[in-house]
């Protein structure tokens, strides 16, 4: 079965750092783009950061020359440094990929695969 299992999450001053991970594990066969998603209650879930398998960054306007996402593609990880904390970057971030894998016998392919989610607190 695969897993997308994020970590790093916490509470910070607003200024402040924090760095936030996200392994793949499982039976994968490729990931292509991985990307970072946050939502807030009451509001939609919408995109931060998403690379390519090949390095290729984009950011939200919000978060551009504050947040930095790389990956590691022989972890299967994937990363989002977040520097210059803002008290609206409070929210749940979610991992998400698109990844082609063996379950059930059969090969599947997925465009969004998501984690659990990572609470970042950030207080002014």
């Known amino acids: 079965q695969v897993q997308l299992v994020e970590s790093g999450g916490g509470s910070v001053q607003a200024g402040g750092s924090l760095r936030i991970s996200c392994a793949a594990s499982?039976?994968?066969?490729?990931?292509?783009?991985m990307g970072w998603y946050r939502q807030v209650p009451g509001k939609q879930r919408e995109l931060v950061a998403l690379i390519s398998s090949g390095g290729k960054a984009e950011y939200a306007d919000a978060v551009k020359g504050r947040f930095t996402i790389s990956r590691d593609n022989a972890k299967n990880t994937v990363y989002l440094q977040m520097n210059g904390l803002k008290p609206e970057d409070t929210a749940v971030y979610y991992c998400n990929a698109d990844l082609t894998y063996l379950a059930d016998g059969r090969v599947r392919h997925e465009y969004d695969y998501w984690g659990q989610g990572t609470q970042v607190i950030v207080s002014s």
């Open positions: 499982g039976s994968i066969f490729i990931i292509n783009d």
